[in-house]
């Protein structure tokens, strides 16, 4: 038995098995399915008998705190395949069964079970030496949930068990605290409440509409990034919002993207596609006429609408839609070009989210699985050199990253970035880039060299936002809807104390106006104090009252929601501050 202090992970794995054997005790009949540990924690999916309730995870927690308390030993065991079979079959688990016999077609010769106490589980391991190093207190069970056997809707629908598990007590009760933060921030509740979005079911799942607020948060979005794409030499252009299928059997995203479109549009002589990518239109631009060295690096940049059919249990407020708008860009460059293009690329994407304040910046490099070359198109030269490329672009910037097979594109590798919160929470945001020596060979691009020679060009794939939709749900959870004044829907709201003073309050109104300030007049048909609550709802920067000291005085009394401060200015010496602060996209001051 190993003496080393195991890790969380072997923790959680091992908190998995303790729930099942406390679920079998409250429910014999009880059939297991898997029980993984997972960010945070671990669950396990069971079929049961009947439906469990919250006081049912109650009973559980209680059951499973006496199984770490008697100190069980983990112990395993090497079996044959088929003898682990029988047994299973002899126990009457079926989905254990539909495993084991999966392994078998894999080529096992055997597999591993687990034991602690009287409980005993196929098990790969991972586990804890005794249940008595998992300390009292730092696990907790969370959560019911339905899921579908292996993910399929045509398979059973299980009960999972979710649970929360950390080194301590102490970091559970940290987590739980941030989790109570998030749940205030989440974009789904506060998009409902600062009247942002509407999912409605008429439309679809998953086909968000922005309301005049959230369009606003949405063209603020789209011109910070006009101006700063324009100022790096990025040319925009537009291009519709689906394509004849055969574009998409050239590009290759049919068929190996075909699991995420939505089925070809027919009409009398074709077939056309809701596209999910803007790449195959950005290379028909690039292949109208043909092209110099000269012209290159070609960067078009184009904010698409794009089509992604996912499954209507994944979808989730705006993080998880069915259709996106992606901040594309395809540039167009020589080989010699392509290491300055990366980090312009990560230059250009670590300037904009410092403007959010998003700066603890994540690099994943994002390869194929070399076990399964089939799911990409190009030869195995393009792709070593393609992932040799990225990998020696974030060595040089010095930057830690991660590799991951099998989370490549299917025609290149990328680079990945994930940036944290103010809880920090990882958001999966910018693909920047990925690294296309296929898409130019599937249509022939070319450029002519100084020599007068035919060359292939490379594309560049890359986002930074990586759609407005995700973007916009991640920085209302960022801000908690306190956005900065220049993203905010409204900036100002003018509350005059009396209908007396409203005449100052609409001349106060207008200069704003005319300085192109958004500003919301509440006209005093409500007490002063229900109007400035109002406006602490609604989350607005700035809220000027006005009464008869300020209207003989021509100045404001402003009230500054984050510092909450209030402090009495000129009208211009107020106008001089928020054009300011709008103009420089200044953080919020606390």
């Not at 799942?205 to 948060?217: A, D, E, F, Y």
């Not at 499954?311 to 992606?326: D, H, N, P, Y």
């Not at 401060?565 to 000129?570: A, F, I, L, R, T």
Request: glycine share 6%.
């Amino acid at each position: 038995m190993s003496s080393e202090k195991p890790s969380i992970e072997a923790k959680r794995h091992s908190l998995s098995h303790i729930l099942a054997q406390a679920v079998l005790s409250l429910f014999p009949e009880a059939k297991l399915a898997i029980g993984p540990a997972i960010e945070h924690g671990f669950y396990y999916d069971f079929d049961l008998p009947r439906t469990l309730i919250p006081e049912d995870l109650e009973i559980l927690q209680k059951k499973m705190e006496a199984i770490v308390k008697e100190n069980q030993v983990f112990s395993s065991e090497v079996e044959p395949i088929d003898k682990a079979i029988e047994y299973l079959k002899k126990i009457k688990q079926p989905y254990k069964v539909e495993l084991a016999e999966d392994f078998k077609k894999e080529g096992s010769k055997e597999v591993s079970f687990h034991r602690n106490g009287p409980f005993v589980d196929l098990c790969r391991g991972g586990h804890v030496n005794s249940t008595g190093q998992i300390q009292i207190g730092s696990f907790k069970l969370d959560k019911i949930a339905g899921a579908y056997w292996r993910g399929s809707e045509k398979n059973p629908m299980l009960q999972r068990i979710y649970g929360l598990a950390f080194e301590s007590k102490k970091e559970l009760q940290e987590h739980l605290k941030m989790r109570e933060e998030a749940e205030k921030r989440d974009h789904r509740k506060l998009g409902k409440e600062l009247d942002l979005y509407v999912l409605s079911p008429k439309v679809g799942p998953g086909l968000p509409l922005l309301t005049p607020k959230g369009t606003v948060i949405r063209h603020e979005l789209a011109e910070f990034s006009r101006q700063k794409h324009v100022a790096a030499g990025y040319s925009y252009v537009t291009t519709p919002n689906l394509g004849d299928l055969g574009l998409y059997r050239t590009s290759g995203h049919y068929p190996y993207y075909a699991e995420t479109m939505f089925p070809p549009l027919k009409d009398e002589e074709s077939e056309y596609m809701l596209r999910p990518m803007n790449c195959p239109h950005h290379i028909q631009i690039y292949d109208s006429r043909p092209r110099s060295y000269r012209e290159l690096p070609l960067r078009l940049r184009e904010d698409g609408l794009c089509f992604r059919y996912e499954k209507s249990g994944e979808l989730g407020g705006l993080t998880r839609v069915r259709a996106l708008t992606i901040d594309d860009a395809h540039i167009f460059c020589t080989p010699e070009q392509m290491e300055a293009e990366i980090n312009a690329c990560i230059d250009l994407s670590e300037e904009m989210y410092r403007v959010f304040g998003l700066t603890d910046a994540v690099y994943t490099l994002s390869l194929r699985d070399p076990k399964d070359k089939k799911k990409y198109v190009g030869g195995d030269e393009n792709w070593n050199r393609a992932e040799s490329i990225l990998r020696e672009a974030l060595r040089k910037r010095n930057v830690k990253f991660t590799e991951h097979e099998g989370e490549a594109a299917f025609y290149g590798p990328k680079i990945d970035v994930k940036v944290k919160d103010v809880l920090g929470r990882e958001w999966q945001l910018a693909t920047i880039p990925q690294v296309d020596y296929n898409m130019p060979e599937r249509f022939d691009l070319h450029y002519i060299d100084e020599k007068g020679e035919k060359q292939r060009p490379i594309i560049l794939h890359r986002a930074i936002y990586g759609s407005y939709e995700r973007f916009m749900g991640l920085i209302i959870e960022h801000f908690a809807g306190a956005f900065p004044t220049w993203l905010a829907p409204v900036q100002v709201a003018i509350l005059p104390v009396a209908a007396a003073h409203e005449a100052y309050a609409q001349e106060v109104r207008d200069k704003l106006l005319d300085a192109n300030v958004r500003v919301e007049l509440m006209l005093a048909e409500e007490t002063l104090g229900k109007r400035i609550r109002l406006s602490e709802t609604q989350k607005i920067p700035y809220a000027l009252v006005l009464g008869d000291k300020e209207i003989e005085a021509g100045s404001v009394a402003v009230r500054n929601y984050h510092t909450k401060k209030q402090e009495v200015m000129k009208a211009e010496a107020f106008m001089k501050i928020i054009l300011e602060e709008i103009k420089e996209r200044k953080l919020p001051s606390v």
